[in-house]
Each structure stands twice: as C-alpha cells, then as structure tokens.
C-alpha cells in the first residue's frame, strides 16, 4: 500500500516539479524567477510542460529552463529534443521572404498583388450586408504586398475554399485565385483583421516572383543556411513521435486532458496531398527557433551570412497596419519593445533589438491560458537577462 502511495504521489511531483535550477558543467542553468513564475501554470494543469529559452545575440543561453512533461500519459519529461506545432509563428518566414525578394530588387512592399496574380483584379469589397443583400463594391484603391502582410487587405480570416476542403488540402496557387469568391470584409487599408488568408496569397507571391515553390524558397533560403534541420511543414514520423502533446485541465480541472492539432490535416508527413499553410503550419524545435531569433537580433545576419539587409529589418521592426496603429509589422507582432510571433498552442519567439535578448518558449496549450503563461515568461525574462 505504502508503495503505491509513495508511487503515485512522486508521480505526481514530476508532472508539477520543476527541473532543478543547477546545470551540469558547461550547460545553462535555470531561472529560479521562471520556474517560480510558470510552476503555477503546471500546478493548475494549465500547461503540462514548457521549455523557455533565454540567450543573447551572440548565441549564449543564459538560462534554460525545461518544466513537467511532454507526454502527461506515458510519464516523458519536456527536452528540447521534441517538436513543436509552432502555428502562426510561420507567418514570420512569409515576412522575411517577401523582404528577401525586396533586397533582391525582384518586388515592392507597395505593388498591387494583381501585379503577379492578375486574377485577383476580380476582388470586390463589401459595402452593406443584412440577412437578405450583401452590395459589392469595387476597391478604392490596389490591395498590396504590404496590406496582405499587416493584415489590413480586407481579406477574411480564411479562404472560401479553406473553409471547405480545409486549410491545407490545396496548392497555394488554388487558394490564392479563390479568394475572389469570398469578398473583402473593408478597404485595403482601412481595417486591420487578423487571420491566415493573407499570409498565402503572400506564399504565392513568393512563388511567382522567385519561381519555385514556397517551401522550397524557404528550404533553401532559411532552413537550410541557418541549420534548421526539424522545421518543417511535413514532420516524419519519427518527428510526430517527438512531438510535444497538447494539454490543458480536464473538466473537473484534477488533471490533464489531452487535445490534438484539428487545424491540420493528417497524416502530417503526407506531401501529397497536403500542401504549405504559409499562415500556420510549420512544425520546428526550440533549437530551430533559437537559430532564427539569432538571425533577427542580428539585424539579419547570422554566422557571417547575411540574409537581410538593414533596411529589411527595420521594416520588419516598425508597426506596418497604417492608420489602424495595431501593433503589427509585416508577419511579425510588436510587444514591448520586442519583435517576433507567437502561435495558437502558445509557441513563442521574442526579440529585443535593444538589448540583444532573444526568448524563446516552447509549449503545447489547449487550456487558453498559454498567452498569460507567455506574458509572464517574457516579463520576468526581460528581467533576469543581464544587462
């Protein structure tokens, strides 16, 4: 009896306890102010684990602190050796391609998108809408580079086709022409309306104007020069193997309940019949994201390679929504002083120009909570990285 007492109640510890915050020789420790501000979180099965990085520009991790599970049920603690759904943290290539394309002098934030989709001259906008009418109007001016980027095209949260056939189950190509059969919502520039169907109209840009597919443009351009070796929007099986589970509290709130990635359509590593979610669906791992906050605090460089200019990233740095003054740049959100994205299950990639600090927090959600747990990592982060 006392055995399977004992047994269950450091069961129990594990999924609520904490890493221990002294490291191995040569390995960062953890920050006693993170793990006292996220064990709540845990203790609440609000989140089963996460994994919150805190480095400098010059790549030292100055802490790293890795809480509770991976897998609730099967009892594996979190390592940065899992995958992440990083969800609209993809929306963050979309930017730094399209600014990649503008160093290369191949387009502008300003060009009409009908500049490389003529089809889409057939977009219309909604001008009065009831139970019985809806009066189309056409634009009053171009929808650009830059309005698909900042989310102030009109374009609604997903396309038509989408909606139907689901978020990845067609090209980029396809999705892109049949955002003409679903309106815009405002004028170009008038609203700021956040969602997915911009972000791959944008891929598709990026197609046309580079002349290879988008995730090959991305392969080749990011993943691939900045050692990205697991991000993907196609995770193997031996990825999903890895991949971090979902969690947030049961019904009663005495435990976990685990959830799933409904968003995407399964098997994941069927290239076949799914295609890129320029929006929300990549897949990667805290050491991936680490490489890429290194890029960006880097003013676009990293490793003697430079992959953006200057002027790119302050682009990328500077609120892009117009008079709608959202705090969002060009697939990037702006938060206290900080640049970067975050994703639906809580994902989070924040840099800060000023002090070099790159943060990085790895979790896997459902509870709604993730975006509380997110605050307080980069608050109290801002507050232990040495100044």
């Known amino acids: ?27 960062p420790p953890a ?12 203790d609440r099965y609000k989140l089963a684990g996460a994994i919150g990085v ?53 387009l502008s934030l300003d060009d009409p998108v009908t500049k490389y989709i003529p089809q889409l001259s057939k977009w219309m906008v909604v001008e009065e809408r009831d139970e019985s009418h809806i009066l189309l ?33 067609t090209p980029l190509k396809a999705r892109a022409l049949s955002s003409v059969t679903g309106p815009l919502q405002s004028q170009p520039g008038e609203k700021y309306a956040y969602g997915n169907q911009g972000m791959n109209v944008v891929a598709r840009v990026v197609e046309v104007v580079s002349g290879m597919p988008y995730e090959e443009f991305l ?21 999903v193997a890895r991949l971090a589970g979902a969690y947030g509290p049961n019904k009663g709130k005495t435990g976990f309940a685990r959830g799933g990635i409904g968003f995407l359509t399964r098997p994941l590593s ?56 959202v705090n969002y740049s060009l697939g990037y959100h702006l938060r206290n002083g900080m640049f970067g994205h975050d994703g639906a299950y809580g994902t989070d990639l924040s840099v800060d120009p000023k002090t070099g600090m790159v943060a990085v927090f790895m979790v896997q959600c459902t509870s709604g909570d993730q ?9 109290t982060a801002a507050k232990v990285f040495p100044k």
């Not at 609730?72 to 399209?98: C, L, R």
């Not at 990011?222 to 196609?234: I, R, S, V």
């Open 1 to 27: 009896m006392w055995s399977k007492l004992t047994s269950g109640v450091l069961g129990l510890m594990m999924v609520v306890a904490p890493r221990s915050t002294f490291a191995a020789d040569g390995e």
């Open 219 to 239: 392969q080749k351009r990011f993943f691939d020069p900045l050692g990205m070796k697991e991000t993907t929007f196609w995770p193997s099986e031996a990825q």
């Open 54 to 106: 805190i480095a400098d520009r010059n790549g030292k991790v100055h802490y790293r602190n890795l809480l509770g599970y991976a897998d609730v049920e099967a009892k594996k603690p979190i390592t940065e050796d899992n995958v992440f759904w990083i969800a609209s943290m993809t929306k963050m290539f979309a930017g730094a391609s399209v600014m990649m394309l503008v160093d290369e002098g191949k």
């Open 371 to 379: 975006w509380a747990a997110r605050d307080v990592f980069l608050k």
């Open 31 to 42: 920050s006693p102010e993170v793990t006292a501000a996220l064990q709540p979180y845990l």
């Open 137 to 169: 109007k056409s634009p009053t001016r171009p929808v650009t580079i830059r309005h698909l980027l900042s989310h102030t095209s009109g374009l609604a949260g997903t396309s038509e086709l989408q909606q139907v056939t689901g978020s990845d189950s």
């Open 270 to 325: 069927d290239r076949v019949h799914r295609f890129p979610e320029a929006g929300g669906g990549l897949f990667s791992t805290t050491h991936d994201v680490l490489r890429y906050g290194l890029m960006l605090a880097n003013d676009g460089e990293l490793d003697g390679k430079r992959y953006l200019s200057h002027t790119a990233m302050d682009e990328l740095r500077k609120e892009q929504t117009g008079k709608t003054k």
